[in-house]
């Protein structure tokens, strides 16, 4: 078992002594910069001058300033852009003002680990990765709780990169819950294939083709968006809380009975074969090439595929749904 590290374990002193730069005022930066802040860091946030984010930056008692002039005021850099913004802004912004001893921080592994960017030798390469959405990252520290973090040391210039990133970690409130160290290459690989096999890929995939069938067969359209879809969010809230074992108790006894005996046939050797084959892609790094690429010559085929999604059956029977259940407060893109 992994070594779980908490606030009893970390001395917070290491980044009480610097000042970090918080890049881009998203999810992840606004928590990030306040519970820094609240523990007593010094913090600079870098946003763009008549964004929604620079605006809330500055509600929040910031100044926002350029990321060139945070990577010249701060000793640690963390860098919580899209991934597909950081290489631009780090080429532009950031790799102008580094100098030596500088930490350049990361929330994912992406850009680092496909080395899309190349930070020079003298500086050290840190990450520290909430398990969590960045409003729960704030919602749990404000409580006096937190949102445990996995942490890694990508290079360590310094020699005291590692008692930095632990630092940060606990001034965030991640070792509240604990933090576990990894690798930028197991975080970046692990995320990736979990998004493509599971969370996102796997799952909608599922809800869209068992939704589609029972459509096709004849049955309700709004019967099938509760089966497989509304009443998902029942099953995941067991999962999170109790895990496998938890799940099925909680289910009727003809449910675990179809699910054990029906489950591996859908999710069969064939499927288990293709996860392999998507995580080959992730490790030798087709999908970020490929990604990266698609990108760069615009993202024509991803706003496609995003458009085509929207319009899908399903997507226009869960409006109307969800306008029957206030309880749920429905999100509408």
Same mark, same amino acid.
């Given at each position: 078992?992994?070594?779980?590290?908490?606030?009893?374990?970390?001395?917070?002193?290491?980044?009480?002594?610097?000042?970090?730069?918080?890049?881009?005022?998203?999810?992840?930066?606004?928590?990030?910069?306040?519970?820094?802040?609240?523990?007593?860091?010094?913090?600079?946030?870098?946003?763009?001058?008549?964004?929604?984010?620079?605006?809330?930056?500055?509600?929040?008692?910031?100044?926002?300033?350029?990321?060139?002039?945070?990577?010249?005021?701060?000793?640690?850099?963390?860098?919580?852009?899209?991934?597909?913004?950081?290489?631009?802004?780090?080429?532009?912004?950031?790799?102008?003002?580094?100098?030596?001893?500088?930490?350049?921080?990361?929330?994912?592994?992406?850009?680092?680990?496909?080395?899309?960017?190349?930070?020079?030798?003298?500086?050290?390469?840190?990450?520290?990765?909430?398990?969590?959405?960045?409003?729960?990252?704030?919602?749990?520290?404000?409580?006096?709780?937190?949102?445990?973090?996995?942490?890694?040391?990508?290079?360590?210039?310094?020699?005291?990169?590692?008692?930095?990133?632990?630092?940060?970690?606990?001034?965030?409130?991640?070792?509240?819950?604990?933090?576990?160290?990894?690798?930028?290459?197991?975080?970046? %690989?692990?995320?990736? &294939?979990?998004?493509?096999?599971? +969370?996102?890929?796997? /799952?909608?995939? !599922? *809800?869209?083709? @068992?939704?589609?069938?029972?459509?096709?067969?004849?049955?309700?359209? %709004?019967?099938?968006? &509760?089966?497989?879809?509304?009443? +998902?969010?029942?099953? /995941?809230?067991? !999962? *999170?809380?109790? @895990?496998?074992?938890?799940?099925?108790?909680?289910?009727?006894?003809?449910?675990?009975?179809?699910?054990?005996?029906?489950?591996?046939?859908?999710?069969?050797?064939?499927?288990?074969?293709?996860?392999?084959?998507?995580?080959?892609?992730?490790?030798?790094?087709?999908?970020?090439?490929?990604?990266?690429?698609?990108?760069?010559?615009?993202?024509?085929?991803?706003?496609?595929?995003?458009?085509?999604?929207?319009?899908?059956?399903?997507?226009?029977?869960?409006?109307?749904?969800?306008?029957?259940?206030?309880?749920?407060?429905?999100?509408?893109?």
């Amino acid at each position: 078992m992994a070594k779980v590290y908490h606030d009893n374990d970390i001395d917070l002193g290491p980044i009480l002594a610097k000042t970090v730069g918080i890049i881009g005022y998203g999810s992840q930066g606004h928590a990030q910069a306040q519970n820094l802040r609240d523990s007593g860091v010094r913090v600079v946030v870098a946003e763009v001058k008549g964004t929604p984010n620079h605006k809330l930056a500055v509600e929040h008692g910031f100044a926002p300033v350029t990321a060139a002039e945070a990577a010249r005021r701060a000793d640690v850099l963390q860098v919580l852009l899209p991934d597909m913004l950081q290489r631009v802004v780090y080429r532009e912004e950031i790799a102008p003002a580094l100098r030596p001893g500088q930490a350049l921080g990361f929330s994912h592994g992406f850009n680092i680990h496909f080395k899309q960017i190349v930070p020079p030798k003298n500086v050290d390469v840190i990450m520290v990765a909430p398990k969590g959405p960045g409003h729960t990252v704030r919602s749990e520290f404000v409580r006096g709780a937190g949102v445990p973090c996995l942490f890694a040391v990508g290079q360590d210039a310094t020699r005291s990169a590692r008692r930095l990133v632990l630092a940060y970690a606990k001034a965030v409130g991640g070792a509240r819950a604990g933090v576990l160290e990894t690798t930028f290459a197991e975080e970046t %690989e692990t995320d990736l &294939f979990g998004e493509q096999a599971v +969370l996102c890929g796997g /799952v909608s995939s !599922l *809800v869209k083709a @068992g939704f589609e069938t029972l459509v096709r067969a004849g049955y309700q359209p %709004e019967l099938a968006y &509760f089966e497989v879809l509304h009443e +998902l969010n029942l099953i /995941v809230k067991l !999962l *999170v809380e109790g @895990g496998l074992s938890y799940m099925w108790y909680s289910v009727s006894d003809t449910a675990e009975y179809g699910g054990l005996t029906r489950g591996d046939v859908l999710i069969d050797k064939a499927v288990r074969k293709r996860m392999r084959k998507l995580l080959k892609d992730i490790r030798s790094g087709a999908f970020a090439r490929e990604w990266v690429r698609e990108w760069q010559s615009g993202a024509r085929k991803f706003r496609a595929l995003e458009k085509e999604e929207r319009a899908r059956q399903i997507e226009k029977v869960g409006r109307k749904l969800r306008r029957l259940m206030p309880f749920i407060e429905a999100k509408e893109v």
